[in-house]
């Protein structure tokens, strides 16, 4: 069991539903809870979109079946910083390593840019690295289950 497993605060684990099964892989939307429409960030978690996300399924999964989606905190921040912060020190590196180098303005930033253009790469590779290992884990649960999460989301929004 990693120590994705063993957490199990409301805030790190989300509920989704089976809406396809392709082989050995499953496709999970997202349950939105009620705090989704009050968090701050909900419009760059994709709560408009709703995609569906693709799982290796190793428990039998049907369609309708509701899931826990279990993701371990450390590896959240890492994918937060991986996605968000990591380009844009990699375009002011470049830039900064443009201007040190004594090339003009325009060039810096086309340099700058070109640091932008390898962080996504950099990005792309680790993500096609990751998503090889187990850091997002898929829990079957029952209907009491879901009704104490609904239960306790709830009762997080109220405070």
């Given at each position: 069991?990693?120590q994705?497993?063993?957490e ?15 082989g050995s892989?499953?496709f999970?939307e997202r349950?939105h809870?009620?705090?989704?429409k009050?968090c701050s960030m909900?419009?760059l978690c ?8 693709k799982?290796k399924d ?9 899931v826990e ?5 450390n590896?959240r921040?890492?994918?937060s910083?991986?996605v968000f912060?990591f380009?844009i ?10 201007l ?6 325009k060039?810096?930033?086309i340099?700058?840019f070109l640091g ?9 590779f680790?993500?096609k690295?990751?998503?090889k290992?187990?850091r997002i884990?898929l829990t079957?649960?029952d209907e ?7 239960r306790d989301?709830?009762?997080?929004t109220?405070?």
């Amino acid at each position: 069991m990693n120590q994705c497993e063993n957490e199990s605060t409301s805030s790190e684990n989300e509920l989704g539903k089976v809406v396809m099964t392709e082989g050995s892989y499953v496709f999970i939307e997202r349950l939105h809870l009620s705090g989704c429409k009050s968090c701050s960030m909900h419009g760059l978690c994709g709560a408009k979109e709703n995609p569906k996300l693709k799982f290796k399924d190793n428990q039998g999964l049907k369609v309708g079946d509701i899931v826990e989606i279990k993701m371990n905190p450390n590896f959240r921040i890492f994918t937060s910083f991986l996605v968000f912060i990591f380009p844009i020190i990699m375009l002011f590196i470049f830039l900064l390593f443009g201007l040190y180098i004594g090339l003009p303005e325009k060039k810096a930033i086309i340099l700058g840019f070109l640091g932008l253009l390898i962080s996504a790469i950099i990005i792309w590779f680790i993500d096609k690295y990751v998503s090889k290992g187990n850091r997002i884990t898929l829990t079957k649960i029952d209907e009491t289950e879901i009704s104490r999460n609904m239960r306790d989301s709830h009762e997080d929004t109220s405070e």
